[in-house]
C-alpha cells in the first residue's frame, strides 16, 4: 500500500471532497472490521482512506419524530446499549449484535456491514425488513434510498463515486408491529450465516397478520425479499397452514450457491426453517406490543 | 506520503508518534512505541491476542489504523496492573494456571479486564460469550474462565476458596 492518505474530516461535505477528488480508488473508514481484513490481503488497495468517526452526525442514535436515525459510523457496542431502540426493533439490534466478537462490536457499523456487501451480512436482512432507508452523500448533494437498493451483487453497492451512507431512517414500529432476526451457523458464535432470516409483521388487535416483510440473507447474490412470503402471512394467524406456506415461500426464493458453509440443497431447507422461527418470534413480540409503548 | 503526526493517551500518559498511514494502532504499539506485550496472532481480527481498550470498548488493535488513535484514550496489557501491583484478572491466571504458551495472554486479560468493569459479577455464560473473540489453542478455556469469575468474586469484596491443586 504505497502512498495511502488518510485523513478525517469533521464534516460531511469535507468528506464528500476527499472521497469524490481521489485518483484512485478511495474509502470511506467507519470501523474497518472488514476494510483493513481486504487492505491486508491485497484485496482492495485503495490510495486514499477517509475516515468518517469524526463527523458527529455519523455517530450516535437519536429519535425524530416518527423515525430513529442511526449514524452510519456508530459502532454495534453503542447500538445495543440504546434501550428505545433495543425495544422497539429486537431483530435489527439482534442482527447487528450477531456480527463477529465483542472487539469487533466495538468497531463494526451498520453501514459498514451494508456497503461491504456481503449476501451473508447479519444487520441487513431485519433492515430491509423494517423499511429502513439510507441517507447518502455525495458530489450530488444528498438522496434517500431504501436499504435493499444499496447492495447490487457480492461486494458491489449502487452508490458512486464520492458517496457515503451518512445515517440510517427507520421508521418506529406501528402497534402491534415488531421483528426478529435469525441465522444459522454450525458454531455457537464467531461465525459467518449460511443462512439468515429477518422478518417483520404487523397484527391487528385479533393477532391476524396485516402487514409483513420476510427477508432472506446468504441465499443469493443480495437478500432477498421475499414478497410470496409476505402474501402467505398476510390475512393469518401463524397457524401450522400458514407456517407451511411461508416455509414453502421461502425456499422456492432461494438462489443458493454450494460452499464450505453449506450446500445449495441444505441452505433451501434451512431458510425455510429459519422463516418459520423468525415468523414466530416476531409474531409474539408484535401481539405482546401495546399501542403507544415504544 | 508525509507521515501521521497522532497525540493520543495510552495507559494515562500522554504519548505522540509518527506513523504510515497504512500501519495499524497494533504495529505502532508494537513497533514505534516499544509496547510489545499486546501480540499479533491472526491480523484479521479473530485471534483477539492483540486486544486493546479505546474509549471503553475492547478492539482488535489490527484492525485499526494508528492514524484512528489521535484524541483517543487506549489501554494496552501494560496498563492493567497498578504499578508493582497485578490487576485481580492478572493475579487469578496466574493462580489458576490459566495460560500455557502465554500469546493468547495480554488479549485475554485485556477482554476480562473490560467485562469486569461493566459487569460485576457475569454469569459463565456471559463470561465464554464475552471472550468469544479470543482463541487460545493450549488451555481449552475452562481455566481461562474460571480465573475470570474467580477474579469477579475477589473484585466485589467475596473471599472465594482458592483453586483446588
Known amino acids: 500500500m504505497p502512498n495511502l492518505n488518510f485523513s478525517a474530516p469533521t464534516t460531511v461535505d469535507e468528506a464528500v471532497r476527499a472521497l469524490a477528488g481521489a485518483q484512485g480508488l478511495a474509502k470511506p473508514l467507519s470501523g474497518g472490521t472488514d476494510l483493513l481484513v481486504q487492505m491486508r490481503s491485497g484485496r482492495v488497495r485503495p490510495e486514499v482512506i477517509v475516515d468518517l468517526k469524526r463527523i458527529p452526525e455519523l455517530i450516535g442514535i437519536r429519535e425524530e419524530g416518527d423515525r430513529f436515525v442511526i449514524g452510519a459510523s456508530t459502532p454495534g457496542a453503542m447500538v445495543y446499549e440504546n434501550a428505545a431502540l433495543t425495544k422497539a426493533w429486537p431483530g435489527i439490534v439482534e442482527g447487528l449484535d450477531l456480527i463477529g466478537s465483542a472487539q469487533i462490536q466495538g468497531r463494526a457499523s451498520l453501514a459498514g456491514n451494508l456497503c461491504n456487501a456481503s449476501p451473508a451480512a447479519d444487520s441487513v436482512p431485519a433492515m430491509i425488513a423494517a423499511r429502513a432507508t439510507a441517507v447518502i452523500a455525495g458530489p450530488g448533494g444528498r438522496r434517500e434510498a431504501p436499504i435493499e437498493a444499496i447492495v447490487t451483487g457480492p461486494g458491489q453497492t449502487s452508490l458512486g463515486k464520492g458517496e457515503f451512507v451518512v445515517a440510517f431512517h427507520i421508521p418506529k414500529p406501528k402497534p402491534h408491529q415488531s421483528d426478529a432476526y435469525l441465522r444459522f451457523i454450525p458454531r455457537t458464535e464467531m461465525d459467518i450465516a449460511v443462512v439468515g432470516c429477518g422478518v417483520n409483521v404487523t397484527l391487528d388487535e385479533s393477532g391476524v397478520c396485516t402487514d409483513a416483510r420476510v427477508v432472506l440473507g446468504a441465499v443469493a447474490p443480495t437478500q432477498v425479499i421475499v414478497e410470496e412470503a409476505a402474501q402467505e402471512l398476510k390475512g393469518h394467524r401463524l397457524d401450522e397452514e400458514t407456517l407451511s406456506r411461508l416455509d414453502a415461500a421461502a425456499q422456492r426464493a432461494c438462489k443458493p450457491i454450494t460452499d464450505k458453509r453449506g450446500t445449495i440443497e441444505y441452505r433451501t431447507k434451512v431458510a425455510g426453517v429459519l422463516a418459520r422461527r423468525a415468523a414466530a418470534i416476531a409474531f409474539e413480540r408484535a401481539a405482546g406490543r401495546v399501542a403507544g409503548v415504544h | ?165
Open chain 2, 1 to 165: 506520503m508525509a507521515k501521521q503526526h497522532v497525540s493520543t493517551i495510552i495507559n494515562g500518559e500522554p504519548v505522540e508518534y509518527l506513523c504510515e498511514a497504512q500501519q495499524t494502532l497494533l504495529d505502532v504499539l508494537r513497533d514505534e512505541l516499544n509496547l510489545t506485550g499486546s501480540k499479533e496472532g491472526c491480523s484479521s481480527g479473530d485471534c483477539g491476542a492483540c486486544t486493546v481498550i479505546v474509549d471503553g470498548n475492547i478492539v482488535c488493535s489490527c484492525l485499526m489504523l494508528g492514524a484512528e488513535a489521535e484524541g483517543r484514550k487506549i489501554t494496552t496489557i501494560e496498563g492493567i496492573a497498578e504499578g508493582d501491583k497485578l490487576h485481580p484478572v492478572q493475579q487469578k491466571f496466574l493462580e489458576h494456571a490459566a495460560l500455557q504458551c502465554g500469546f493468547c495472554t495480554p488479549g485475554f486479560i485485556v477482554a476480562a479486564k473490560a467485562l469486569l468493569d461493566e459487569n460485576k459479577n457475569p454469569t459463565e455464560e456471559e463470561t465464554r460469550y464475552w471472550l468469544a473473540g479470543n482463541l487460545c489453542r493450549c488451555t481449552g478455556y475452562d481455566k481461562i474462565v474460571r480465573a475470570v469469575l474467580d477474579a469477579a468474586a475477589v473484585m466485589r469484596g467475596e473471599n472465594p476458596p482458592s483453586p483446588a491443586a
